[in-house]
T-cell receptor, first 115, second 109 residues
Framework: GAGVSQSPSNKVTEKGKDVELRCDPI?????LYWYRQRLGQGLEFLIY????????KSGLPSDRFSAERTGESVSTLTIQRTQQEDSAVYLC?????????????FGPGTRLTVL | SQQGEEDPQALSIQEGENATMNCSYK?????LQWYRQNSGRGLVHLIL?????REKHSGRLRVTLDTSKKSSSLLITASRAADTASYFC?????????FGKGTRLSVIA
């Protein structure tokens, strides 16, 4: 079946604008994760969804970041009033169950550039 | 917090040689996972080793885990140019996976 998909693949925006990033997980995967990866760095955990609830939002860097998920389907990550420091690749992953012990399947990422 | 730190940061070897990457972490874990990333995009899961396991094999990959030293190693045998990528370890306990900064492996044909 299809893997995790993300859109757009690339996004260039001006400082101060809002952006919305989309993730379509693998069908049937109940858990969904968002990560941020700055150039040359490791992955930074942002938020985890189990179904449409978010039991762990501990990684969201500021109140400009928010995310929602519709049922066990698509998720959107919204960044308001973008700053240059928000430039990074935003990766989404999904896994079968609601624990952290399962293999995560990653999408190709959205490369965000804030000018 | 738990954190995997890979060592070395970068590794360059000739095709056919073995590549060894190490990962250290700070607190107790349930499992440790290794992922591979090409071209700064999505990661691919390679192997998971549980805290009660000491060694695991998958094809040309061999992973060891020493919980007393809080360390793991990933060995890629008979490397190929296609193995060129960044390799990340990720530790899991009762929190989301925590990824290190990765080891950048270059295999020269």
């Amino acid at each position: 079946g299809a893997g995790v998909s993300q859109s757009p693949s690339n996004k260039v925006t001006e400082k101060g604008k809002d952006v919305e990033l989309r993730c379509d997980p693998i069908s049937g995967h109940t858990a969904l994760y968002w990560y941020r990866q700055r150039l040359g760095q490791g992955l930074e955990f942002l938020i985890y969804f189990q179904g449409n609830s978010a039991p762990d939002k501990s990684g969201l860097p500021s109140d400009r970041f928010s995310a929602e998920r519709t049922g066990e389907s698509v998720s959107t990550l919204t960044i308001q009033r973008t700053q240059q420091e928000d430039s990074a690749v935003y990766l989404c992953a999904s896994s079968l169950a609601g624990t952290y012990t399962n293999e995560q399947f990653f999408g190709p990422g959205t490369r965000l550039t804030v000018l | 917090s738990q954190q995997g730190e890979e060592d070395p940061q970068a590794l360059s070897i000739q095709e056919g040689e073995n590549a060894t990457m190490n990962c250290s972490y700070k607190t107790s874990i349930n499992n440790l996972q290794w992922y591979r990333q090409n071209s700064g995009r999505g990661l691919v899961h390679l192997i998971l080793i549980r805290s009660n396991e000491r060694e695991k094999h998958s094809g040309r990959l061999r992973v060891t885990l020493d919980t007393s030293k809080k360390s793991s190693s990933l060995l890629i045998t008979a490397s190929r140019a296609a193995d060129t990528a960044s390799y990340f370890c990720a530790t899991e306990g009762n929190t989301p996976l925590v990824f290190g900064k990765g080891t950048r492996l270059s295999v020269i044909a």
